[in-house]
């Protein structure tokens, strides 16, 4: 299960959603405002919008399509 921080924020300040602009943990604004300063930056990040509320988590793109691809082939394979 993912449990990001921005979502922890949002569901305990729930009163809040549209009084605030931005959720983000502060290393994910520092890797974002980074990427412009190294061509060979990557970052894989989430956003979600709950109103007028941006909402950023990290997201490791990699690791979940990979787990997904194994989960796959292993239902093929067991059909077999």
Same mark, same amino acid.
């Given at each position: 299960?993912?449990?990001?921080?921005?979502?922890?924020?949002?569901?305990?300040?729930?009163?809040? =959603? $549209?009084?605030?602009? *931005?959720?983000?943990?502060?290393?994910?604004?520092?890797? +974002? #405002?980074?990427?412009?300063?190294?061509? &060979?930056?990557?970052?894989?990040?989430?956003?979600?919008? =709950? $109103?007028?509320?941006? *909402?950023?988590?990290?997201?490791?793109?990699?690791?979940? +399509? #990979?787990?997904?691809?194994?989960?796959? &082939?292993?239902?093929?394979?067991?059909?077999?």
């Amino acid at each position: 299960m993912f449990y990001y921080y921005s979502f922890r924020w949002a569901n305990a300040n729930t009163d809040s =959603l $549209g009084d605030v602009d *931005l959720i983000a943990d502060a290393e994910h604004i520092k890797k +974002l #405002l980074k990427i412009s300063f190294n061509k &060979n930056s990557q970052i894989s990040m989430i956003v979600h919008r =709950l $109103g007028r509320t941006i *909402l950023f988590d990290e997201f490791d793109v990699h690791s979940h +399509l #990979l787990r997904l691809e194994k989960v796959a &082939n292993e239902l093929i394979f067991s059909q077999i």
